[in-house]
């Protein structure tokens, strides 16, 4: 789970101290049964120019750290905000609980996890990338933007076609406290209207 942002002497740097279960970075190596959370402190300078890793630019389907690294770093939402409440979490807890879908719920589990942040790759501005949302973007106008992509993003990627109990893992897994945010059931909402509307 994502922790809170911790305060530094030096202004110029931010850091952030996160709890990632090693298997959201290292699927390959490790096993589901590795539970033991690993502290992470992710530092970058407070710059928007400054030059931030490839994966903001590339993300990689076995990867939660595009949150942290390229979102956070530069809208500094906090522990509520979308990159850490919502995509950090949310991609922890599907990695987490992976073994709770099916070979297909799992495929499109890692098809979802790329889509989403792949839609958000503008909003990192890496260096070379687009500058345009970086002073402009709100942290409310963030998280806005990256629930409307959810119900395309778990469509495209076949949440139609999966069998009912994967519908039920995911629900799960999301958590049924989350749909008490009126963003978060409209996401679900859409989707259920978009597989109501899927060609199969």
């Known amino acids: 789970m994502a922790g809170r942002p911790e305060p530094d002497s030096n202004p110029s740097q931010y850091h952030i101290r996160y709890y990632l279960h090693a298997p959201i970075f290292a699927p390959t190596h490790l096993t589901s049964s590795a539970s033991v959370a690993t502290p992470i402190v992710y530092s970058f300078p407070n710059n928007s120019k400054t030059a931030l890793p490839a ?3 590339d993300p990689q389907p076995d990867d939660c750290s595009f949150y942290p690294l390229c979102l956070e770093s530069r809208y500094h939402c906090g522990p509520c905000g979308y990159p850490l409440h919502y995509g950090l979490e949310g991609c922890q807890a599907f990695w987490e609980q992976r073994d709770k879908l099916s070979p297909e719920g799992q495929d499109w589990m890692l098809k979802t996890v790329l889509c989403l942040q792949r839609k958000l790759v503008p909003y990192a501005a890496v260096d070379g990338g687009p500058q345009e949302f970086i002073g402009t ?34 629900v799960d897994i999301i958590g049924i406290e989350a749909f008490g945010d009126l963003d978060v059931l409209k996401a679900a909402l859409e989707t259920m209207e978009g597989c109501l509307e899927f060609d199969f």
């Open 137 to 170: 973007t709100t942290c409310d106008a963030l998280k806005e933007y990256a629930l409307s992509t959810h119900p395309g993003c778990y469509i495209e990627s076949g949440v139609c076609t999966l069998p009912p109990s994967d519908w039920v893992a995911i």
């Open 55 to 57: 994966i903001c630019s």
